[in-house]
């Protein structure tokens, strides 16, 4: 291991003794939303920013991996699904993923975009209406598994790193390279040998299967949801857009970055100015595409590009 | 002779416009085949055709004794069979090597395997200079070479060229048709559409003249050259 790389670490050193530094459950109740938000500006990076396929409706999987651990806890299940079923929300999450996509990734253009869009709210709908399942619009109530937040904040940790490492893998790897061919030229990927049907589908799998995951977590976390939380459109899949474009879609801390200063405003306008955080938001994502278009991470290492390549215009002068 | 690619009868109509109409000839393996014809004549369309990008409307086409209409141009890419776009389409934001990197993972799995093949393939076409360069920032020149670079790295045996030689300043068509004989001596069978004809009447062995889609001439490049109704077709008939 180089210097490097241990100075790289010590950063993750930090982030994991936060929980001995404060016990305090305000500041770890915001570390973990901050966590949870990272995993869901990831999940939809991968698909939106890497692969190129927008989804306004992300709250899909978000609310079905929710649902699927509220609705196995209410079926009796003892509520330590605070492990095992984040996996469970994770793959059924994965599940209506694959159905979406299977149908929708042989066309191209918006239809994926939209068709997701409408799939959240089916599913929220049916979320309200089928109440022996769901509890309708009451939503689920149960008492978390853990009083103290420091699990959370490990469990929060542990989901948002294995997102990092898995897509960093996957990035590196063949299905990466696919996945940036097919959001630069479909048509080009197709005559490279890449069956581009596929590869979409692969990218959205990973994606469902950790917005799912990060779903159930948060029922674990809360210990309530209804359908207009999970299955919001402006709280969850725009967010999750918002988090990735501010931040810097397609690059590597792109959505941490979105995801901290996201937490933070919200905060502040929830305590000191009361609602508005929305508009808020609205007005900073204007401001971000158009001056910053590749988001803050994005912006910077364009900076960074320029001064190398000035710096190596004047050596060679 | 072995015919590696076969087109029978092939027509394609858009609506009622026939861009294509009862096609019917066959690469030979080891043969470098000019397609020429007018602007509009349906030379991209045959390509698009034999590439899987669109279904031909009637007739069929084969490779190697294998149907191929009908199949989708990744399936038919790896099958042996690469082209490049008339219209380059680099992967912008992706590094040269990169944009070579993922035409060469057709072949293989494996990250390194894939970067061999790929610095293979940018050394081939001479190309190395460029490698770190965005693809998006090349020159054109370079655009229409990385198209060839990429088309390699599938290690093709039959490689389609469209018009790779436009808009190439005189420097660049000279060293380009060394790289398109290269290519050739590697042992890839070549189909070419080119319009300089001091380009095509050099390097093919033999030509194709097409013209409102049908096929108008067939034959050595100096047959070809002196068809009277290539010639019509190039320059128009004289008034009586």
């Known amino acids: 291991m180089t210097k490097k790389n241990l100075l790289a670490l010590l950063p993750v050193a930090l982030v994991l003794l936060i929980p001995v530094a404060t016990q305090s459950p305000y500041l770890l109740h915001m570390f973990i939303l901050s966590l949870l938000w990272i995993t869901l500006g990831q999940s939809w990076n991968l698909l939106g920013g890497y692969t190129g396929q927008i989804s306004y409706g992300h709250a899909a999987f978000f609310g079905v991996g929710a649902y699927t651990t509220a609705i196995m806890v209410k079926s009796g299940q003892p509520p330590a699904t605070a492990w095992w079923g984040l996996l469970l929300g994770g793959l059924s999450a994965a599940v209506v993923g694959a159905l979406i996509g299977w149908i929708c990734f042989r066309l191209r253009g ?21 109440r022996q399942l769901t509890n309708g619009a009451e939503g689920i109530l149960f008492i978390p598994a853990f009083t103290s937040k420091t699990y959370y904040y490990y469990i929060a940790f542990a989901l948002a790193a294995i997102n990092y490492g898995v897509i960093r893998w996957v990035m590196r790897s063949k299905p990466g390279y696919y996945f940036l061919a097919i959001r630069e030229d479909q048509d080009c990927a197709e005559s490279l040998g890449i069956d581009t049907t596929r590869y979409k589908l692969y990218s959205l799998l990973i994606s469902s299967f950790f917005t799912g995951a990060a779903g159930a977590f948060y029922m674990n976390y809360m210990g309530f949801i209804d359908p ?90 | ?41 349906g030379k991209t369309t045959i390509f698009n055709l034999i590439n899987g990008y669109y279904p031909p409307t009637g007739g069929t086409i084969f ?12 399936k038919v890419c790896r099958l ?3 082209r490049t776009f008339q219209v380059v389409k680099p992967l912008a934001r992706l590094s040269v090597l990169d944009n070579v990197m993922v035409s060469a993972f057709s072949r293989t799995n494996h990250r390194h395997e894939a970067e061999k093949t790929a610095l293979e393939a940018t050394a081939f076409t001479e190309m190395d200079a460029w490698r770190d360069v965005k693809a998006g920032s090349l020159p054109l020149g370079m655009r229409k070479r990385l198209e060839m670079a990429r088309a390699l790295a599938t290690k093709p045996e039959v490689l389609l060229l469209d018009e790779n030689f436009a808009g190439l300043n005189p420097t660049e068509v000279v060293s380009t048709i060394e790289i398109v004989k290269k290519i050739h001596g590697s042992g890839v ?46 320059l128009g008939v004289a008034d009586a």
């Open chain 1, 110 to 130: 918006s239809y994926f975009a939209l068709s997701v869009l409408a799939l959240s709210e089916v599913l929220r709908l049916v979320a309200v209406n089928w």
């Open chain 1, 228 to 317: 207009g939380i999970v299955f919001s459109i402006p709280d969850i899949s725009i967010m999750m857009i918002l988090v990735t474009m501010l931040g810097g879609a397609a690059t590597k801390w792109g959505p941490t970055v979105g995801a901290v200063i996201f937490i933070l405003v919200s905060e502040i306008f929830r305590v000191w100015v009361g609602s508005g955080h929305l508009l808020f938001f609205g007005v900073l994502i204007v401001a971000i595409i158009i001056y910053f278009p590749s988001g803050i991470v994005g912006a910077i290492l364009d900076w960074r590009a320029r001064r190398r390549r000035l710096s190596a215009a004047g050596s060679e002068a």
């Open chain 2, 1 to 41: 002779m072995t015919a590696l690619i076969t087109l029978n009868d092939v027509t394609k109509r858009f609506g009622g416009l026939q861009a294509v109409g009862h096609m019917t000839f066959s690469l030979n393996k080891g043969e470098i085949l000019g397609l020429i014809g007018p602007n509009g004549a």
């Open chain 2, 63 to 74: 490779f190697k004794g294998d149907r191929i209409d009908g199949l989708k141009p990744h």
């Open chain 2, 80 to 82: 042996g069979l690469a």
């Open chain 2, 189 to 234: 069978t070549i189909l070419i559409i080119e319009h300089i004809m001091r380009v095509i009447m050099s390097i093919s062995h033999r030509i194709i003249c097409i013209n409102y889609g049908e096929k108008i001439a067939e034959g050595t490049p100096r047959e070809v050259a002196d068809n009277q109704q290539v010639i019509d077709a190039y």
